[in-house]
């Protein structure tokens, strides 16, 4: 009987079923930690959820301005696919409505110049 060898493969077979490493639940293990987080129960007992409120979606009173805008920023998201315009993209949209720059610039609200001029 002649000895019969196997052919050479170019390819190995890994199984990697045999190790799983999912058996036995790490969890179980007591392992001690500075902070547990595991229970949530001290989220609980503040008795306030988490929410994460768009403010494009709180009830407020919007101008008509405001709500042309964030229509017309939909819809330019929508026809062009983009979900996150750049700056120029809005810049665009800006001007497709009609928007001009026809005055001087003035202080932006919020900033140190614009809190400076309401206290005077």
């Known amino acids: 009987m002649a000895k019969e060898e196997t052919p050479q493969q ?55 301005d405001e709500v042309n805008f964030m229509r017309a ?4 998201k929508r026809d062009n696919r983009r979900p996150f315009p750049t700056w120029s993209e809005v810049l665009e949209v800006l001007s497709a409505l009609g928007y001009r720059k026809v005055a001087d610039p003035i202080p932006l609200p919020g900033s140190a110049e614009a809190n400076k001029a309401k206290k005077e």
């Open 10 to 64: 170019d390819f190995v077979v890994t199984d990697r079923r045999r190790n799983d490493r999912r058996v036995g639940d790490r969890r179980q293990r007591q392992i001690p930690v500075a902070v547990e987080r595991r229970g949530a129960t001290d989220r609980r007992n503040v008795g306030e959820r988490r929410r994460q409120i768009d403010p494009t979606t709180c009830e407020r009173d919007y101008s008509d």
């Open 73 to 76: 920023m939909d819809q330019y």
